[in-house]
């Protein structure tokens, strides 16, 4: 899994921030993939932890610090998303899957009087832990003492916390068995908050003890002296007062523990001295208690009398057998913290609803929408539907909703179809929908083609009939009500289209092409393609082979590659030339066009070609296709992925991925076979050509699908997390 941790100090510094760095290093141990976004890390960087440090700020007023502290998590996440990754705060952050209550809600400030509790300090310190238990899809305490409280001031929350995680232990010095003398002894404090923690009792219990034991030290560790020096004004001996002490050293000199603490989320000092087979005594006010048995010790209701604490201290120091070491590793709580984050991952899953009519069959777009749904998918957090009127299946984890094809009148098909999908998404409560088609609402609309209106007026040069029509108006109501929407084009040309078409365009745009499998284009063995393929069709192993690949010839401008092909050949009549060429169109036409000028012999047609694709293209040298119009051009990404140069016009929306000179060259007029001849004779050279072919595979490499797919997640993580802040900021 991957988990993101944040906490303001990262490391082993104080109780919360030694929780934070121990669980993280044992989740990495685990496999998990883990980030860990700080304020400062206040220790060496663990090995295989990203940790990313947002500086330091002021800390006064405290409740402006954690608010200036949050808001810089929420501004690096935005500038950095991270699609699949858990969040877990330690925080007052508004950014999060899990959070972790280390201390005693704030809540508690209710059952203080009125004019303590009229102050901006408490309502924003009430307002970032509402927002805290509301955005957590699960609570963890720390302890039951903490899970008590949550429930009891936030009863509307209940239901998402968890069991407590507490606090592990790493065993330092343990304390060797021994008989206490009957008239001495060490009792251990250690704190830093000596007042909450119950120094002023401790003092009290021990000075009772002395009058029995007049041997008997108390060891005061953790406060400064001078803030605790009044509290011994009568003794004349038996105190120390260490300060603070990091590690676990003093435990081996130590003969009991106590820890009265009036409040106390949990107590690592508890555990800490458990683990070194010190005895303890703490009250019912700490969390820790929960794992005191009578084998290690004794808990002390804390409003019990002065008698009552000094007879637990004595039954401790005068025990004859040794305590049983407590053994909690950290990689226990890694272990809980796991099932917690499964818990939560399945309390993420997105329903996602995607929109075309034809899925996995033939075709540009219909393999763009197979591709990436099929990774996005592989995503434990998304729930993948499917609504087209047929598809072929590519995943067991996607689920596929028939929608049904009104045939008759035609021209009321694409109404029918944004209605159908409406209706059958209308029902099932989606997160997000993404269409590849024309419906009247989508959150993410993907751009195959130019607006439908223009498609008519410029490349089918026709009058609209009442099919284009219908088509047009579920395009614009769907323009009009994306204020809200992403639109993606998949080329600039796309993108330049709707700016002509629509003087505003709503919603954000941003163009994303379609990707290739590298891969499956590149990896065919290049000497056997081309011994194959060309020996198929009698083009030899030395012949220049430009390669054609498309459904419509026309369009794609097969009659000018044709008249460039003859002008090159007379250029270069050492040269053999020669062109294939795969798809559907009147061969016919093209083979009387290539006899009339003289090259008949030159040009070999392939037909289509469904399987097998890439080796024609590891077969070629060079790619050409001169389209008229061409919103994308699949097959020019798959050229470059098979590391070949490619010869386009400016008509094709792939020459986003073309560097002119490069690996390809862009010819600003589609049928201009006389710049097409010049290309092509340029690229007749031998090492300038496979420089090139290189730098067509390195381009294409940045397009493959799985790359794509992630980039497809920040669209999708940006849409619901946009609705999340949205359902913040209007509950009803």
Not at 121 to 142: D, G, K, S, T
Request: glycine share 8%; hydrophobic share 45%; with cysteine.
């Amino acid at each position: 899994m991957k988990i993101i941790h944040i906490v303001r100090r990262y490391g082993p510094v104080g109780g919360m921030e030694r929780y934070v760095w121990e669980t993280t290093r044992e989740l990495a141990k685990l496999g998990h993939q883990i980030q860990v976004l700080c304020e400062h890390c206040v220790a060496e960087k663990p090995q295989g932890i990203t940790v990313h440090e947002l500086g330091t700020m002021v800390y006064r007023p405290r409740w402006l610090y954690y608010w200036r502290f949050g808001r810089r998590v929420e501004k690096w996440l935005r500038a950095h998303p991270q699609p699949g990754w858990l969040i877990h705060s330690h925080e007052r952050v508004g950014v999060h899957h899990v959070t972790t209550f280390h201390s005693p809600p704030f809540a508690s400030v209710r059952d203080k009087p009125w004019w303590e509790r009229a102050s901006l300090r408490v309502v924003m310190h009430l307002f970032m832990e509402r927002r805290e238990l509301r955005v957590a899809q699960r609570i963890v305490p720390n302890s039951g003492i903490i899970a008590r409280q949550l429930a009891h001031y936030y009863p509307e929350y209940a239901h998402k916390l968890t069991e407590p995680v507490m606090p592990g232990v790493r065993c330092g010095a343990e304390r060797t068995p021994r008989n206490v003398p009957r008239e001495g002894g060490v009792i251990g404090f250690v704190g830093r908050e000596w007042q909450r923690k119950g120094l002023p009792l401790a003092v009290e219990i021990a000075a009772q003890l002395r009058r029995e034991r007049p041997n008997l030290e108390l060891w005061v560790i953790g406060p400064d002296e001078q803030r605790v020096r009044h509290l011994f004004g009568d003794w004349q001996s038996g105190f120390r007062l260490l300060g603070w002490r990091s590690g676990f050293s003093h435990f081996s000199e130590v003969d009991v523990l106590l820890h009265p603490a009036k409040a106390e989320p949990y107590g690592m000092v508890i555990s800490e001295a458990m683990a070194a087979c010190v005895p303890v005594v703490v009250s019912d006010a700490c969390g820790a208690a929960a794992q005191v048995n009578a084998e290690a010790g004794e808990v002390v209701p804390l409003d019990e009398s002065l008698q009552k604490w000094v007879a637990a201290v004595t039954a401790q120091l005068d025990r004859t057998e040794a305590a049983p070491s407590f053994v909690r590793g950290w990689d226990v709580v890694a272990q809980e913290c796991t099932v917690i984050y499964r818990d939560a991952v399945e309390r993420t899953h997105r329903k996602i609803a995607v929109v075309v009519p034809k899925y996995g069959l033939v075709g540009g777009g219909e393999r763009f929408v197979s591709e990436i749904t099929g990774r996005l998918a592989r995503n434990e957090n998304f729930e993948m539907h499917v609504f087209a009127n047929r598809w072929i299946a590519n995943s067991d984890r996607i689920k596929f909703h028939k929608v049904p094809t009104v045939r008759f009148p035609r021209f009321l098909r694409p109404l029918f179809f944004a209605w159908f999908v409406k209706r059958a998404i209308g029902r099932m409560n989606f997160d997000l929908v993404h269409t590849h088609h024309w419906i009247f609402k989508a959150d993410i609309f993907s751009l195959h083609g130019t607006p439908h209106a223009c498609w008519v007026r410029e490349v089918r040069n026709r009058h609209p009939s009442l099919y284009d029509r219908a088509l047009s108006a579920v395009e614009r109501r769907a323009i009009k009500g994306g204020a809200s929407s992403w639109f993606l084009p998949v080329s600039s040309i796309t993108m330049d289209a709707f700016r002509r078409e629509y003087p505003v365009l709503p919603g954000r745009w941003q163009i994303v092409h379609p990707g290739v499998d590298v891969a499956h284009f590149l990896t065919p063995d290049h000497a056997v393609c081309r011994a194959d393929i060309r020996g198929r069709y009698g083009i030899g192993a030395s012949d220049l082979l430009l390669l054609f690949v498309g459904m419509n010839f026309e369009v794609k401008g097969l009659d000018t590659i044709i008249a460039a092909l003859a002008k090159a050949q007379t250029a270069q009549q050492e040269k053999n030339i020669r062109l294939l060429v795969v798809g559907r169109g009147d061969e016919g036409k093209y083979r009387k066009m290539a006899q009339s000028l003289g090259i008949s012999e030159a040009v070999a047609f392939a037909g289509t070609q469904t399987d097998g694709l890439e080796r024609y293209y590891r077969a070629a040298d060079i790619f050409i296709m001169l389209s008229k119009f061409d919103t994308f051009g699949m097959v020019v990404l798959e050229a470059m992925a098979a590391g070949l140069p490619a010869i386009v016009s400016t008509n094709v929306g792939a020459k986003d991925l073309v560097e002119e000179g490069a690996n390809g060259f862009i010819l600003s007029a589609p049928q201009d076979a006389d710049a097409a001849a010049e290309r092509i004779i340029q690229l007749s050279d031998t090492t300038r050509r496979e420089a090139m072919g290189i730098a067509a595979a390195q381009t294409a490499s940045a397009h493959d699908w799985e790359s794509l797919a992630e980039n497809m997640e920040y669209f999708y993580w940006d849409v619901l997390s946009r609705k999340l802040d949205a359902s913040r900021c209007n509950p009803a």
